[in-house]
C-alpha cells in the first residue's frame, strides 16, 4: 500500500524558500501523478502543482497563485517527490500535502480527485 511522508516544512521570513519533499513507500511513483496541495487556517484545501512522468515526458501543472515562485521535481531512484518554494508571502502560510491520483490519471489541481495523501508538513511565512 502507498504511503506518503511529507517533510521539509519549517518557519521562514518573507521573501525566503524551502524545500519540501514527498517521499514514498510500498509502491514506486513513476506513473502517478503527485499533487501538492495547501490548506490555512479556516480555508479549504486547495491545489498547489502537480508532476507526472508519462512516458518520456514530464508533465507539470501550477496553481496561478504561485507560478514563478514554486517548482516542482522528482527523484525516481529514491521515489521522492520536491515542491520548492521561493519568493514566500505571509499568504503561503499552510499545511503542505502531497497525494497521488490512480496510476495512469493526468495532473490535476482538484482534491478530491485524489486518493492517498500524507499526513502533511507545516509552512509558516513570518516576519
Known amino acids: 500500500q502507498l504511503q506518503l511522508v511529507e517533510s521539509g516544512g519549517d518557519l521562514v521570513q518573507p521573501g525566503g524558500s524551502l524545500r519540501l519533499s514527498c517521499a514514498a513507500s510500498?509502491?514506486?511513483?513513476?506513473?502517478?501523478?503527485v499533487g501538492w496541495f495547501r490548506q490555512a487556517p479556516g480555508k479549504g484545501r486547495e491545489g498547489v502543482s502537480c508532476?507526472?512522468?508519462?512516458?518520456?515526458?514530464?508533465?507539470?501543472t501550477n496553481a496561478d497563485s504561485v507560478k514563478g515562485r514554486f517548482t516542482t521535481s522528482r527523484n525516481n531512484a529514491k521515489d521522492t517527490m520536491y515542491l520548492q518554494l521561493n519568493s514566500l508571502k505571509l499568504d503561503d502560510t499552510a499545511l503542505y500535502y502531497c497525494?497521488?491520483?490512480?496510476?495512469?490519471?493526468?495532473?490535476?489541481?482538484?482534491?478530491?480527485?485524489?486518493?492517498?495523501w500524507g499526513q502533511g508538513t507545516q509552512v509558516t511565512v513570518s516576519s
Open positions: 497525494a497521488v491520483r490512480s496510476r495512469g490519471l493526468p495532473c490535476s489541481l482538484i482534491p478530491e480527485e485524489f486518493e492517498s
Open positions: 508532476i507526472r512522468n508519462f512516458r518520456n515526458s514530464v508533465e507539470r
Open positions: 510500498g509502491s514506486t511513483l513513476l506513473g502517478y501523478a
